[in-house]
C-alpha cells in the first residue's frame, strides 16, 4: 500500500459518523431534514405521500381504518391494479425505456423495455385466464432469476390472481408444503437454470413437489435451458413459450383491485416447524414499496437500478420488482453468481450498464472483501451514486469496505432494516438527509414509530439493549398470515404487548429481534430473539431445520443453533443424538445433511454436526440454546448451574474444538 493508502485507512478505520456526500444531497429525492417532523405531526395522513406515487382507479375513503386492531386497513376504499401501476402507466412517456436490463449466467442479455414488458404481461396475463386461473386463485411460482419470474408475477396482479413466490433453492417437500398451505392449484416453474456455466435441472425437483400436493396442479414449464436439456414433458404440463405465442397481442384489462386485496403471499420462517404465509396487500405494499424505493433508494425514471437479492425473498418483490418498476425505472435481473466467470461478475455489470444504486447484503460484501479490492479496481464504478444494504447487521469493516472500494466514498450507504413482514424498509438513514454511522442502521423512517422496550413494553435507556417494536402500524404491514388469523396475533402481537393487556389498542408490532438506541435515535439491531437463524442473510427456523434431522432415520433428538461465520454471518450448527444402535459417524452426518437438502434447500445445510450423548437441559427438560451457540461461538459458558446435566457441556465443546 502507498503512503497515502495508508492514512486513508487509518482515517477511515477511525471514523465512526460519516456525512451524505454533498453531490448526492444535492440531487437527492429526499433531502428536507424537516419531514420527520411533519410526517409525525401529520400521521397517518402523511401516507398520502405514499399513495400519492400510484396512480388509483378510484380514490381511497379513508388513509387508516384502525378500528379493528391489529387488523389494520391502508387508503380504504380506494382501488388500483399493481400491474397497470408497474406498467401501462409508464407506457406514454416510457414505453421506449428500458423496464427490465436481464443479464444471463452464461452473459447472455435481454432487454424489455416498458411496451415489451406489456406486451408480454399481457399474452400471459391471457395464457393464465385460458388455464382458467380467476381472480383471487393463488399463483405459486418456482423459478430462478428469469425475466418470466416478474412477467408471471405481474400478469398475475394484472389479472387479481395473488402469487406466491417459491425460492428455487428450496427442496421439493418446501414448495409442497407452501402449495398445500395457499391451496395453490396453479404453478409456474421451469426446465432448469445455470450455475456456473453448468445447467442445472430444476423440473424433476418441482414435478416431486407436485407430487406432493394433496390437490390437482396446473403446470406451466418455461424453457431456460434449451438444447441443453431434454425436459420429458408430463402430460398436461403448459409450455410457456407456447402460451404466450398464442396469446401474443391480446390485452387484458387490468382487473381493478381493492387497496386491501391480496397482492401476494410470501412464505417466511418463524419459531414453529410451519413456514407463514404472510399476506400483502395492492394499496398499502405497493405504496410503501413505491415510497422507500424513491425515498431511500433515490430511485429516478432515468436511473439504472441494480438490486442483487433473488427475487424469491422478499428483498426481490419489493425491490427488483415492484419498487422500481412502479417508479417507472430500469431494473437490472442478474441471474447467476458474484463469482463466475470471476470474481469481478458484479463491477462488469456495473461498467457495462452504468448501473446508478447498487443494493445488495452483508454477507455478500465480506465475500468481496475477502476476494480483494483488485476485482472493482479494474471496473470504472463512478456511474454508482447510492449504495444500500439489507438482510442482516453490517459489521463496520465491511460498511467501511463497501463505501471506499465500491462507493469511492462518494455514494452514501444505507444501512436498511425491514423483514418480509414489514413489506419494505423501516429503519435506515435516508441517503440524502442524515449522517451514516457504520454498524447502526439509522432511525427510523418518517412516520414511523420504533421504540425499543423491555419485556415489560418500557422503554429502555440508551445504548441498553431491548426489544425492537414497532408501536403504530404503517401502509406494508402484513395484514394477517394467510387463513391464520390467530397465529398472525399470536406471533406478532399479543403476546409481546405493554403487560398483560389484552386490548388489542395497546399491542404494538414485535418483530422477534433485538436493537439498541443511542441517544440520538440511531438504531442498532442486534439480531433475532426468537429460534430464527440468519444465514447469509436468509431466514430459516431452527424448529424447522430439527425437524428435517430428526426425519432421518436413527437420530433420536436434535437441537439446532446458530454459530457466526465469517462470510455468511452465520452457520447452521446441528448437536445430535443417535438412537441406540446407530453410530455419529460420517455416514450418519451424510444422511443428516442430505435430509436437511430434501426438507429444505442447500441453504440450510449444516456447516457442522456433532453427535453427542445428551443435549443440556433445564431441569424442566427445556434444551439450553443459548450454551449451545456460546460453544458454536467458541465463547465463554454462561452459568451452568441451572442444568440437570452440566457435565455434557464440556464433552459437547470438547466434541466442537475436535479435541
Ligand atoms: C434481519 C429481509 C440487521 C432481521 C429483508 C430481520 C437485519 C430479518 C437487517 C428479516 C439489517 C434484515 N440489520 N438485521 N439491516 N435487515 N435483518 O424476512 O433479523 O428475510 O428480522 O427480510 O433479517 O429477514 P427477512
Not at 417 to 422: A, D, G, L, P, Y
Not at 451 to 470: H, P, S
Amino acid at each position: 500500500m502507498s503512503e497515502e493508502e495508508v492514512e486513508l485507512e487509518a482515517r477511515l478505520a477511525e471514523q465512526d459518523e460519516f456525512e451524505p456526500p454533498a453531490s448526492f444531497v444535492e440531487q437527492a429525492n429526499v433531502s428536507d431534514p424537516g419531514l420527520y417532523e411533519e410526517f409525525g405531526e401529520n400521521w397517518p395522513e402523511c401516507w398520502e405521500h405514499a399513495a400519492d406515487l400510484l396512480e388509483w382507479s378510484d380514490g381511497y375513503d379513508q388513509v387508516l381504518d384502525d378500528s379493528n386492531p391489529p387488523f389494520y386497513e391502508w387508503f380504504t376504499g380506494g382501488e388500483l391494479n399493481a400491474s397497470a401501476n408497474c406498467v401501462d402507466r409508464h407506457l406514454d412517456e416510457r414505453g421506449d425505456e428500458v423496464a427490465i436490463e436481464w443479464v444471463g449466467e452464461l452473459g447472455e442479455t435481454r432487454t424489455y423495455t416498458y411496451e415489451d414488458l406489456h406486451e408480454e404481461v399481457n399474452a400471459f396475463a391471457a395464457s393464465l385466464r385460458d388455464l382458467g386461473v380467476e381472480e383471487d386463485d393463488v399463483v405459486t411460482m418456482y423459478m430462478p432469476m428469469v425475466p418470466e419470474l416478474p412477467i408471471a408475477m405481474l400478469a398475475c396482479a394484472r389479472i387479481g390472481a395473488p402469487h406466491s413466490v417459491v425460492f428455487a433453492g428450496f427442496s421439493a417437500d418446501a414448495l409442497a408444503t407452501r402449495m398445500n398451505g395457499a391451496d395453490s392449484e396453479f404453478l409456474v416453474t421451469c426446465d432448469g437454470y445455470y450455475r456456473r456455466g453448468e445447467p442445472l435441472e430444476h423440473k424433476s425437483k418441482s414435478d416431486e413437489g407436485v407430487s406432493g400436493v394433496d390437490h390437482d396442479v396446473t403446470s406451466v414449464v418455461v424453457d431456460r435451458l434449451g438444447d441443453d436439456y431434454d425436459h420429458p414433458t408430463i402430460e398436461g404440463d403448459h409450455d410457456y413459450d407456447s402460451l404466450v405465442a398464442d396469446h401474443a397481442g391480446e390485452t387484458v384489462e387490468p382487473v381493478p383491485r381493492d387497496a386491501e386485496d391480496m397482492l401476494f403471499l410470501m412464505y417466511t420462517s418463524g419459531t414453529t416447524g410451519q413456514p407463514k404465509g404472510v399476506k400483502h396487500t395492492t394499496g398499502g405494499y405497493l405504496s410503501w414499496a413505491a415510497w422507500t424505493s424513491q425515498a431511500v433508494l433515490d430511485v429516478k425514471p432515468e436511473d439504472t437500478y441494480w438490486c442483487s437479492a433473488d427475487i424469491g425473498w422478499i428483498t426481490g418483490h419489493s425491490y427488483i420488482v415492484y419498487g422500481p418498476l412502479a417508479l417507472g425505472t430500469t431494473t437490472v435481473m442478474y441471474e447467476g453468481t458474484p463469482d463466475y466467470p470471476d470474481k469481478d461478475r458484479l463491477w462488469e455489470i456495473i461498467d457495462d450498464y452504468d448501473v446508478t444504486q447498487l443494493y445488495t447484503a452483508p454477507t455478500a460484501i465480506r465475500s468481496f472483501m475477502k476476494w480483494g479490492k483488485e476485482y472493482p479496481e479494474k471496473h470504472d464504478l463512478s456511474s454508482l451514486r447510492l449504495l444500500g444494504t439489507v438482510g442482516e447487521p453490517i459489521n463496520p469493516r465491511a460498511w467501511k469496505w463497501y463505501y471506499k472500494h465500491i462507493g469511492g466514498e462518494d455514494c452514501p450507504v444505507v444501512d436498511t432494516w425491514w423483514q418480509t413482514e414489514t413489506g419494505g424498509m423501516m429503519v435506515t438513514t435516508l441517503p440524502g438527509v442524515g449522517n451514516m454511522k457504520p454498524g447502526s442502521a439509522g432511525p427510523p423512517l418518517p412516520g414511523l414509530d420504533v421504540q425499543i422496550v423491555d419485556t415489560k413494553g418500557e422503554q429502555v435507556e440508551a445504548g441498553r439493549a431491548g426489544y425492537l417494536t414497532v408501536q403504530k402500524p404503517w401502509p406494508g404491514m402484513l395484514r394477517t398470515l394467510y387463513k391464520n388469523d390467530e397465529r398472525f396475533i399470536e406471533e406478532y402481537w399479543a403476546e409481546y404487548s405493554d403487560t398483560d393487556s389484552d386490548d388489542p389498542d395497546d399491542w404494538v408490532y414485535f418483530p422477534e429481534d433485538g436493537a439498541k438506541i443511542d441517544d440520538d435515535g440511531y438504531i442498532t439491531v442486534l439480531g433475532r430473539v426468537d429460534d430464527v437463524i440468519n444465514v447469509s442473510g436468509h431466514r430459516l427456523g431452527t424448529m424447522e431445520i430439527e425437524s428435517a434431522i430428526v426425519g432421518v432415520e436413527g437420530v433420536a433428538e436434535a437441537a439446532v443453533v446458530g454459530g457466526t461465520h465469517d462470510i455468511k454471518g452465520e452457520a447452521v450448527y446441528a448437536y445430535v443424538i443417535t438412537e441406540d444402535g446407530y453410530e455419529g459417524d460420517d455416514d450418519m452426518r451424510e444422511r443428516i445433511v442430505a435430509g436437511v437438502e430434501d426438507a429444505i434447500g442447500p441453504i440450510a445445510r449444516p456447516e457442522q454436526v456433532v453427535f453427542t450423548e445428551e443435549l443440556p437441559k433445564t431441569r424442566s427438560g427445556k434444551i439450553m440454546r443459548r450454551l449451545l451457540e456460546d460453544i458454536a461461538n467458541g465463547e465463554e459458558l454462561g452459568n451452568t448451574s441451572t442444568l440437570r446435566n452440566p457435565d455434557v457441556v464440556t464433552e459437547i465443546e470438547r466434541k466442537v474444538k475436535g479435541d
